[in-house]
C-alpha cells in the first residue's frame, strides 16, 4: 500500500508555489498532503495528489524538475503520544523516519505520509503491529 509522493524543486521566489498550485489545480489535481521546506534558493515541495499520474504528467510538461517516489500513508491515533504507535515500531526495527507530513483534510483522522529508508520493512511492521494503512482510497479524500 504505497503511495505516490511527488517532489518539485522550485526557485524561492514570490509566487512559485502559486503557479504550481495554480496549473495543478486549472487541470482537476487536488493536492491532498503538502509539505514545503525552504532552503536559501531552492525550496522542496512534497505532494501527494489525488492523480498522481495526471499530476506528474502536467508538472513535466510545464517544465517543473520532479520526482517522483513511493511513501506510505499510515493513521495515527488522535490523542497525546499517538505518534509514538507509528514511530515506535519502525525505531524497534532500526528504520528511519526521512520526514513525515499531514494529510489535509481528513476530519477527524489524523493521516500522516512517512517517508522512510526500508519501505518494504516498515509496511510489515506496522503492519504487524495493527497501524492502519491507507492505500488508494488516499487519492479518494
Same mark, same amino acid.
Given at each position: 500500500?504505497?503511495? /505516490? /509522493?511527488?517532489?518539485?524543486?522550485? @526557485?524561492?521566489? %514570490?509566487?512559485? $508555489? !502559486?503557479?504550481? !498550485?495554480?496549473?495543478?489545480?486549472?487541470?482537476?489535481?487536488?493536492?491532498?498532503?503538502?509539505?514545503?521546506?525552504?532552503?536559501?534558493?531552492?525550496?522542496?515541495?512534497?505532494? =501527494?495528489?489525488?492523480? %498522481?499520474?495526471?499530476? &506528474? @504528467?502536467? $508538472?513535466? !510538461? #510545464? +517544465?517543473?524538475?520532479? +520526482?517522483? &517516489?513511493?511513501?506510505?500513508?499510515?493513521?495515527?491515533?488522535? +490523542?497525546?503520544?499517538? $505518534?509514538?504507535?507509528?514511530?515506535? %515500531?519502525?525505531?524497534?526495527? #532500526?528504520?528511519? =523516519?526521512?520526514?513525515?507530513? %499531514?494529510?489535509?483534510? &481528513?476530519?477527524?483522522?489524523?493521516? $500522516?505520509?512517512?517517508?522512510?529508508? #526500508?519501505?518494504?520493512?516498515?509496511?510489515?511492521?506496522?503492519? /504487524? !503491529?495493527?497501524?492502519?494503512?491507507?492505500?488508494?482510497?488516499?487519492?479518494?479524500?
Amino acid at each position: 500500500m504505497a503511495i /505516490q /509522493q511527488i517532489s518539485i524543486s522550485l @526557485e524561492n521566489v %514570490p509566487g512559485k $508555489l !502559486s503557479e504550481v !498550485s495554480e496549473i495543478l489545480g486549472k487541470n482537476g489535481i487536488n493536492i491532498i498532503a503538502i509539505s514545503v521546506v525552504d532552503a536559501a534558493d531552492i525550496s522542496s515541495i512534497r505532494i =501527494v495528489a489525488n492523480n %498522481p499520474e495526471k499530476a &506528474t @504528467e502536467v $508538472l513535466k !510538461s #510545464n +517544465h517543473f524538475n520532479i +520526482h517522483v &517516489t513511493e511513501v506510505l500513508a499510515a493513521e495515527a491515533p488522535n +490523542h497525546p503520544g499517538g $505518534l509514538n504507535a507509528i514511530l515506535k %515500531p519502525l525505531k524497534e526495527r #532500526n528504520i528511519n =523516519v526521512s520526514y513525515l507530513y %499531514p494529510v489535509l483534510g &481528513t476530519g477527524d483522522k489524523t493521516i $500522516l505520509i512517512v517517508g522512510v529508508d #526500508n519501505l518494504e520493512a516498515a509496511k510489515e511492521v506496522l503492519k /504487524q !503491529s495493527w497501524v492502519k494503512m491507507v492505500g488508494d482510497e488516499l487519492y479518494r479524500l
